[in-house]
């Protein structure tokens, strides 16, 4: 077997190869909560070696067979945590049942925003999410309201997690480098998590909003059909980059009660 595994572009893999940066992500982890940490898409195991010194139980989930014959060969201490699946198909209470389990990698780019969302869906067993993003990803995902990146993966993701941007880096780490550089951000479970308005219409309040951004409440709500009183409220004169996630729950609040 070669001792090296090919990078693969539909794959959207980016080997990191940088034994300080792996250190550095694996200690981004808090320890709290949980006692199972899942990596996702750990290729040559560079980040695996350090999480198998953590006091947790680690798993890989990697969808490369090549990848997975490799850390067989030099990581026996994963012996039956290996995931061989799809991150985004798997159903993850077949190997937690209803654990709480922390979510950590440098994850493939092409996959890395779907990786978030499921993460959001399951929400009530992992209380940490930490890794590596695209920059500009993992700046939109921790951007405070007011900042030309917040939307909508800024505002879903910050209803239930506190979200903190922590390092940048650079290209020259991975093989083969990427074109641009890469942030690593952590994402910590909100003591409360539930929302204190109906889900489904928040998304959907939240998602209408920002698919016309430069546009008012006022007018990218309008398929809402809210009445002329509701409408006079000071927060449809804003555009969404402009409204908290606090400013969301309380709108999506007000659509709900609204009588027209």
């Given at each position: 077997m070669s001792?090296?595994?090919?990078?693969?572009?539909?794959?959207?893999?980016?080997?990191?190869?940088?034994?300080?940066?792996?250190?550095r992500?694996?200690?981004?982890?808090?320890?709290?909560?949980?006692?199972?940490?899942?990596?996702?898409?750990?290729?040559?195991?560079?980040?695996?070696?350090?999480?198998?010194?953590?006091?947790v139980?680690?798993?890989?989930?990697?969808i490369?067979?090549?990848?997975?014959?490799?850390?067989?060969?030099?990581?026996?201490?994963?012996?039956?945590?290996?995931?061989?699946e799809?991150?985004?198909k798997?159903?993850?209470k077949?190997?937690?049942?209803?654990?709480?389990?922390?979510?950590?990698?440098?994850?493939?780019?092409?996959?890395?925003?779907?990786?978030?969302f499921k993460?959001?869906?399951?929400?009530?067993?992992?209380?940490?999410?930490?890794?590596?993003?695209?920059?500009?990803?993992?700046?939109?995902?921790?951007?405070?309201?007011?900042?030309?990146?917040?939307g909508?993966?800024?505002?879903?993701?910050?209803?239930?997690?506190?979200?903190?941007?922590l390092?940048?880096?650079p290209?020259?780490?991975?093989?083969?480098?990427?074109?641009?550089?890469?942030?690593?951000?952590?994402?910590?479970?909100?003591?409360n998590?539930?929302?204190?308005?109906?889900?489904k219409l928040?998304?959907?309040?939240?998602?209408?909003?920002?698919?016309?951004r430069?546009?008012?409440?006022?007018?990218?709500l309008?398929?809402?059909?809210?009445?002329?009183?509701?409408?006079?409220?000071?927060?449809?004169?804003l555009?969404?980059?402009?409204?908290?996630?606090?400013?969301?729950?309380?709108?999506?609040?007000?659509?709900?009660?609204?009588?027209?």
């Amino acid at each position: 077997m070669s001792d090296k595994v090919r990078a693969k572009k539909h794959l959207g893999q980016h080997f990191l190869k940088d034994e300080e940066v792996a250190q550095r992500i694996a200690d981004t982890l808090t320890l709290n909560h949980y006692k199972n940490v899942l990596e996702i898409g750990p290729g040559m195991g560079v980040l695996t070696k350090y999480l198998l010194e953590k006091p947790v139980t680690t798993y890989v989930c990697e969808i490369d067979t090549e990848s997975v014959a490799y850390l067989k060969a030099h990581y026996l201490q994963l012996s039956n945590k290996i995931l061989e699946e799809d991150f985004l198909k798997y159903d993850l209470k077949k190997t937690f049942k209803d654990e709480p389990f922390a979510i950590i990698g440098n994850f493939p780019y092409n996959i890395s925003t779907q990786i978030v969302f499921k993460t959001l869906e399951m929400r009530d067993q992992i209380p940490e999410f930490s890794g590596m993003f695209q920059k500009e990803v993992a700046q939109r995902i921790c951007a405070p309201h007011g900042n030309k990146t917040y939307g909508i993966l800024s505002v879903l993701t910050q209803a239930f997690y506190d979200a903190e941007y922590l390092f940048t880096v650079p290209p020259n780490v991975f093989k083969p480098p990427p074109k641009v550089d890469s942030g690593v951000m952590r994402l910590i479970r909100k003591e409360n998590y539930t929302l204190p308005c109906e889900e489904k219409l928040f998304f959907r309040v939240v998602k209408t909003a920002f698919q016309q951004r430069r546009k008012t409440l006022r007018n990218s709500l309008k398929t809402f059909n809210l009445s002329d009183n509701l409408k006079e409220d000071t927060i449809f004169g804003l555009r969404p980059e402009q409204v908290s996630v606090q400013g969301f729950v309380d709108l999506t609040i007000k659509i709900a009660n609204d009588s027209i």
